[in-house]
């Protein structure tokens, strides 16, 4: 038996869509209270269980997650997929973004999908779903995009974000006085995205047990909070996550390339460290790869099929396009390991202590908590 992704009432993909629905009364999956001018934070790196264990660091947010529940993001629990599950209602096999880093067999070539996109390669190809803002501009709703100026134009942004005006914002406060001035001078209906990564990078550098982790939380809870104050009838805001984060020791660091295998059939090993993607040069090494992975990783994980994990569920309804993208092989961990193999990986995210991407509940169960409209 395979692991599951958790049973929820609802999916990270329902969320957006949804706010868009409490708008315009159509497809509003999460049922949630109608509304005029809807603003949506997605959180990079805060699952449920790493904003409980916080404590009293963010003490409004817990007060609101208390009072709510929780849902799953999709598989893999990575940014690339996660946030355009939640920019277009659908889940990974369909819009295509299957991870964070894939081998493209076309090319010969590994590239990540959040910012490896290049003259080859048309992110606002690869990502094949309508998105929620251009549904939103279509039924005559604003839509704007609320995230750091670097990311203001990116090919990410345009294949997830297409049509909405952005606005950018330096910090996490900078963001919400932008999120705080569009409900001041906009009049009509809207729906607005506000982007804080900020988490997810101290995760992956310090953990999300650090001093410097906790402080961002901190920052973010008080943000919130104003932002939450600033509502007007007719206002909503929800918050949200991609995924949540595990911190992995360096011993606990697992390198598929000490397995014995024929490595020689390997065309490229991506994704992430918590769910590596493997792909081959030749089909018919298949079976054997597979098994030598699942020999040297022990119960520490699954050396998975393509075929395993379609059959699964875990990319949903998968198009023919997105199957040239999965890898033959995925090694999934099921134990708080990381798995690299060291002729793929850069040398830096061995450095990583925040990891996610695979199953467990702490990377997949994620918030869904309300203010305004949306309050519990």
Known sequence: MLPAIPGTFGRLSDVFVSS???????DNRLSFRGSKRVIAILVDGLGSQNLKAAG?????????????????????????TSIASFATGVPGGQHGLVGYKVYDRASAKSFNLLNGWDASHDASQWQRATTVTSR???????????????????????????????????????????AINLLHRERGDFLAYLYVPELDQVGHAQGVASDRWLQELEDLDSQVRRLAGALGKGDSVVLTADHGVLDIPAHAQV??????????????????????????????????????????????????TRTQVLEAGWYGPTHEETLARLPDIFVLATKNVAFYHRGYAPAASLNMIGQHGALSSVEMSIPLIGWGGYAA
């Open 20 to 26: 868009l629905g409490s708008i315009t009364g159509t």
């Open 56 to 80: 009293g660091h963010a003490p409004f947010l817990n007060a609101a997650l208390a009072k709510s529940k929780n849902i799953a993001c999709g598989f893999p629990s990575t940014t690339a």
């Open 136 to 178: 939103a501009l279509d039924a005559g709703v604003g839509a704007f995009s609320i995230g750091p100026k670097a990311y203001e134009g990116s090919d990410y942004t345009r294949a997830t974000m297409a049509g909405a005006s952005y606005l950018p914002g330096k910090s996490i406060a900078d963001r919400f006085d932008a």
């Open 255 to 304: 390198y598929l390339d000490e397995i014995s295998t024929t490595w020689e059939a390997v065309a490229d090993v991506s994704g992430d460290p918590r769910v590596n993607f493997v792909y081959l040069e030749e089909e018919t090494a298949l079976d054997r790869v597979r098994q030598d992975l699942q020999e040297g990783i022990g119960d520490r994980g699954l050396a998975l």
